[in-house]
């Protein structure tokens, strides 16, 4: 089994990766980013949706949305947000790997670093190439990851972040000559331990744009925030957008 497909990494974790604050910040840039606006009636694909973090705002501004993700415990989660909030959505068990609706979508989101899960690399690519043939020509593709230029500026750092009585500890390893991440995440609380890793690829901005082309996507850029500013000294996430031909 992927560490991915462990439950116990997500739900155990949720409190850390999904507090609501993030719930909150996703609703702020689907209203404000030029990266993420969409139109009424626009087919929106989120790929590893998780708890609907975006799949939410994103119906909120009546796009038709479709959260796939591979975590029954995760789809749970997303169908009471989606309740909470008031908004239909549509939301798929399946694998990023295989999952394709050919011609069906405007924009596909994967948001998170919810990209390089695969120790495989034919299966980070299928998941763009998938994403690719998911699209109607001139649909976008958005992937937000962590660039590994902006790791390279905190790596190694301490971090720590109270949660819901508890403080959870995480340390970042760069492994294979900076080509991949294990992250240990330990969550205290009281006499209570838990443990996880997380490991993904790690992808400059040249890496990830030619992974892009390699999937077939024209126009690919790289942007620093979702408020388009440019991947450079600044930047604080890596997202690369590419455009079906
Ligand atoms: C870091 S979370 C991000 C969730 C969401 N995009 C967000 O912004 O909150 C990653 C998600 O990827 C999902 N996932 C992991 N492996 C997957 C796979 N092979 N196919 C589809 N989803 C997967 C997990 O279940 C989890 O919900």
């Not at 549509?90 to 899960?117: I, K, P």
């Not at 992937?143 to 972040?161: F, I, M, S, T």
Request: aromatic share 8%; glycine share 8%; proline share 4%.
């Amino acid at each position: 089994m992927g560490w991915y497909e462990d439950d116990d990494v997500w739900v155990g974790f949720a409190d850390v990766m999904f507090p609501p604050r993030r719930a909150a910040e996703a609703q702020r840039l689907v209203a404000t980013s030029p990266l993420l606006k969409v139109a009424g009636g626009d087919r929106v694909l989120d790929l590893a949706c998780g708890p609907a973090t975006h799949v939410v705002p994103l119906a909120a501004q009546g796009a038709e949305v479709t959260g796939v993700d591979l975590s029954m415990a995760m789809l749970a989660l997303a169908r009471a947000a989606c309740e909470r909030a008031g908004v239909t959505a549509r939301l798929v068990r399946a694998d990023m790997r295989e999952f394709v609706e050919r011609d069906s979508y405007d924009l596909v989101v994967n948001m998170y670093t919810s990209f390089g899960y695969f120790t495989d690399p034919g299966d980070n690519l299928a998941v763009l190439r998938n994403a690719n043939a998911s699209l109607v020509p001139g649909g976008r593709m958005l992937v937000d990851v962590l660039g590994k230029e902006v790791l390279a500026g905190w790596v190694g750092r301490p971090q720590a972040v109270d949660v819901d009585g508890g403080t959870v500890f995480m340390r970042d390893t760069i492994l294979e000559d900076w080509t991949r991440l294990r992250t240990d995440w330990t969550y205290v609380r009281g006499t209570e331990i838990r443990r996880t890793s997380i490991h993904c690829v790690l992808y400059s901005a040249a890496e990830l744009r030619a992974l892009f082309q390699a999937a077939g996507f024209t126009e690919v850029e790289c942007f620093g925030d979702f408020d388009g500013s440019p991947y450079d000294n600044h930047a604080r996430r890596l997202i690369v957008r590419g455009t079906r031909a």
